[in-house]
């Protein structure tokens, strides 16, 4: 296992202002997060925008890319046709696990069921996969579910945010039984009331996720995903935090 940081965790900066500061602090992998941002790396915008979307990519090459947590606005046809672009993209980035959100509560299993399986069958003409993430407010956020949407569409795996599990609906139930389809993490602080809180003053057991991943073999990423907190200095914040994975790895 090793440690990464997501470009969310400083949203003010763009590329490659945001790899220049995360290599200041000593991180030497990023996971990098496409949003309707107005850059290239924007879902809408990656596909008649390619061939710089594949160079600002790779301008973090001081800094390894291990997953791109994609964020995509758009709905029916639109959506298979930016996600298959970014599927493209991870094959010529040498990018191989996207994430994305599962579908919101209430979206009936055989619709979702169908959804994923398109979308993990668009990645893999690409050599690239997919992995669902914990979510409140999403199917995801269910660890049973989880399970159940794993089992029945071959190839889909989990990006674990233990977070969502932590404060979410479900904070009982075991994820002991979904850890086998882990295919990234991300991580951060929080209690069981507040998603995030700073680093040590949180409920998220670290070593006993790790010993989870451990028991599986698991030995990709552990991508921080902390927001800004307004009344602490984000970069110590984060550079804390990679003492503190490093130390427990």
Not at 80 to 90: K, W
Not at 228 to 233: A, C, G, L, S, V
């Given at each position: 296992m090793y440690v990464a940081v997501s470009t969310d965790c400083l949203p003010e900066l763009e590329m490659p202002e945001v790899v220049e500061a995360f290599v200041d602090l000593e991180f030497t992998t990023v996971e990098l997060a496409l949003r309707e941002n107005g850059s290239v790396l924007a879902p809408s915008r990656i596909?008649?925008?390619?061939?710089?979307?594949?160079?600002?990519?790779?301008?973090s090459h001081r800094l390894e890319v291990c997953s791109y947590d994609v964020h995509i606005d758009a709905t029916g046809e639109e959506?298979?046709?930016?996600?298959?672009?970014?599927?493209?993209?991870?094959?010529?980035?040498?990018?191989?696990t996207l994430t994305i959100p599962s579908g919101v509560l209430g979206t009936p299993f055989n619709e979702e069921v169908e959804r994923l399986q398109r979308l993990v069958e668009l990645a893999e003409t690409e050599g690239v996969r997919v992995a669902m993430k914990s979510q409140i407010g999403r199917l995801s956020e269910d660890p049973e579910t989880v399970k159940v949407l794993c089992d029945n569409v071959k190839g889909l795996g989990l990006t674990l945010d233990p977070s969502h599990y932590l404060c979410g609906p479900n904070p009982n139930k075991s994820i002991d039984k979904i850890m086998e389809y882990v295919f990234h993490v991300h991580l951060r602080d929080s209690k069981k009331d507040q998603l995030q809180v700073r680093l040590g003053q949180?409920?998220?057991d670290f070593g006993r996720i790790l010993t989870l991943l451990s028991r599986i073999g698991y030995n990709q990423a552990l991508s921080i995903q902390a927001a800004?907190?307004?009344?602490?200095?984000q970069r110590s914040e984060l550079r804390k935090f990679r003492l503190l994975l490093e130390t427990l790895i």
């Open positions: 596909d008649e925008n390619f061939d710089k979307a594949i160079a600002l990519a790779r301008r959506f298979y046709e930016q996600f298959s672009a970014i599927c493209r993209l991870g094959k010529a980035t040498k990018v191989v949180g409920e998220v800004p907190m307004q009344e602490f200095d």
